[in-house]
């Protein structure tokens, strides 16, 4: 079992390790921004399998109002990403900006890697070993 993969079966490191990356964040914080519960769960009941703890506990913590991770979906967005990857077998988490979505595949959920799926190819191709690496990867760029 790799470093990564032991952290991601612990569900006390990936809180923890989530509330230190959006510690210090009030500079950053969107009031505006919260999450729909509602939406949560029904993205939840939509699913043949659990989301992704870490994403979830992302959103549990108030990370949507954190404008250092503005790309990351909230359960609405992933509902509505759907439309555009359900048939690839991918569920979308987070995009780049630019029409890409960072995504598992739902045969891999709960707590598979993280993909990039290029809206303009097709390709699908890897992109992080899990959400939480994304997370640690987008906080290094806004210290």
């Given at each position: 079992m790799t470093e990564e993969e032991y952290e991601m079966s612990d569900p006390e490191v990936?809180?923890?390790e989530i509330k230190r990356l959006l510690a210090d964040n009030d500079r950053y914080l969107d009031d505006r921004v919260t999450l729909d519960?509602?939406?949560?769960?029904?993205l939840r009941s939509?699913?043949?399998?659990?989301?992704?703890?870490d994403y979830e506990t992302f959103l549990r913590q108030g990370g949507l109002s954190d404008m250092r991770f503005?790309?990351?979906l909230g359960p609405?967005?992933?509902?509505e990403a759907r439309k555009w990857i359900e048939s690839l077998g991918l569920l979308g988490l987070a995009?780049?900006?630019?029409?890409?979505?960072y995504c598992v595949k739902r045969s891999e959920l709960p707590d598979g890697p993280?993909?990039?799926?290029?809206?303009?190819?097709?390709?699908?191709l890897p992109s992080y070993g899990?959400?939480?690496a994304a997370l640690r990867k987008w906080r290094s760029v806004y210290p």
């Open positions: 990936i809180e923890a519960l509602q939406a949560l769960d029904e939509s699913l043949d399998a659990d989301l992704p703890q503005g790309d990351v609405e967005q992933v509902l995009e780049n900006g630019c029409g890409d979505y993280l993909y990039i799926w290029d809206h303009e190819t097709g390709d699908v899990s959400f939480l």
